[in-house]
């Protein structure tokens, strides 16, 4: 294996658990958000909108995007 090829498995795997606990901590603040919303409806909800936008390019914006997603679609299941 080349350390090129290396170096980016590690920063591949860096990203990776970054993006991991980014997105605990978006599911964390949803559900403080939430109280009434079962915490595996949030972390579904953040799955399938995760799924949705990783194929962007840039991933700094990931968790706020998630957000508002997530925010909206409890709105539409609350309005229900």
Sequence with gaps: ?????AEDM?????????EGREMASTESE???RNPGVA???IHGLV????RRLTPA???SYLP???TREVQ???RVRQAA
């Excluded at 294996?1 to 090829?5: A, G, L």
């Excluded at 799955?47 to 995760?50: P, R």
């Design 39 to 41: 915490v595996d409806v």
């Design 30 to 32: 949803l559900a403080s």
């Design 72 to 74: 909206a679609e409890l």
């Design 47 to 50: 799955l399938e909108s995760y």
């Design 1 to 5: 294996m080349s350390m090129c090829h």
């Design 10 to 18: 590690i920063s591949s795997h860096v990203r990776l658990d970054d």
């Design 57 to 59: 390019r840039i991933h």
């Design 64 to 66: 706020i995007l998630i």
